[in-house]
């Protein structure tokens, strides 16, 4: 009797160590992507509600027209658009060679002051691809024009 109690006991022991580490590994992988995970935003959705200026996310549109300003060193200033609204990014690095005013782009980088400050600029990769997400802030916008086949 002694001995079916004692297995049943460890039978506990071990389903209560499995749980445990069940937990701790999901928490432990929870805190381990909440930097990974960026989200996404068009322009119109960054001015209607700015994000916290610790918070890391996407921001894609197309580089608006004249405002390409290349500054000392590898400093480039230029604006984002979804045809709704305009927020102003500063980069400091090397631009991607497809890189141009009116074409694509997506950024990574935070909101701080009213300007975009970008970790790291992607720009579309032939001349007709461009994010899905941007495709449908545009479209969000009515300014997206489908690519001439």
Not at 3 to 32: E, H
Not at 43 to 53: D, L, R, T, Y
């Amino acid at each position: 009797m002694a001995l079916k109690s004692l297995k049943k006991q460890r039978r506990i022991q071990i389903v209560a160590l499995a749980a445990v580490a069940l937990i701790v590994s999901t928490g432990l992988i929870g805190y381990a992507m909440r930097d990974g995970i960026n989200f996404f935003r068009s322009p119109s959705q960054v001015m209607e509600e700015p994000p916290a200026p610790n918070e890391v996310f996407r921001i894609g549109g197309l580089v608006e027209e004249g405002s390409l300003v290349r500054g000392a060193g590898e400093q480039i200033r230029f604006s984002v658009t979804d045809g709704g609204a305009t927020v102003p990014v500063v980069y400091t690095g090397v631009l991607p060679d497809l890189f141009e005013e009116n074409q694509g782009m997506v950024g990574t980088g935070r909101y701080v002051d009213g300007v975009f400050e970008a970790s790291e600029i992607l720009a579309k990769h032939d001349e007709t691809y461009m994010p899905k997400e941007v495709v449908d802030a545009l479209k969000e916008q009515g300014v997206y024009q489908e690519p001439e086949s």
